[in-house]
């Protein structure tokens, strides 16, 4: 059974950072391309940022770049977003998600001072 666990969201204030981890099981997290999307209020999912099995490709939306980094470690089948300067528009529910669109429960991010 394919197994994707959220984790490290909180409330943080504008300006600041959080990293959020995913835990995979169930698939070969190393063959497979991850992706984090997010879901703010009101609003449909949104692509936030993908890496290559490898971890050598990389993108990003353009609303996160130069602020959010993507990582993974394929021997601990985990997922990392690394979020800094965050802003209130960052408030969503994040999301770890594999190459055939399977999600986790979710972690939420809220951004207020």
């Known amino acids: 059974e394919v197994q994707l666990v959220e984790s490290g969201g909180g409330l943080v204030q504008p300006g600041g950072s959080l990293t959020l981890s995913c835990a995979a099981s169930?698939?070969?997290?190393?063959?497979?391309?991850m992706r984090w999307v997010r879901q703010a209020p009101g609003k449909g999912l949104e692509r936030v940022s993908s890496?290559?099995?490898?971890?050598?490709?990389?993108t990003y939306a353009d609303s996160v770049k130069g602020r959010f980094t993507i990582s993974r470690n394929n021997a601990k089948n985990t997922l990392y977003l690394q979020m800094n300067s965050l802003k209130p528009e960052d408030t969503a529910v994040y999301y770890c998600?594999?190459?055939?669109?399977?999600r986790g429960q979710g972690t939420q991010v809220t951004v207020s001072s």
């Open positions: 998600e594999n190459a055939a669109g399977t």
């Open positions: 169930g698939f070969t997290f190393s063959r497979a391309v």
């Open positions: 890496i290559s099995s490898s971890g050598t490709v990389t």
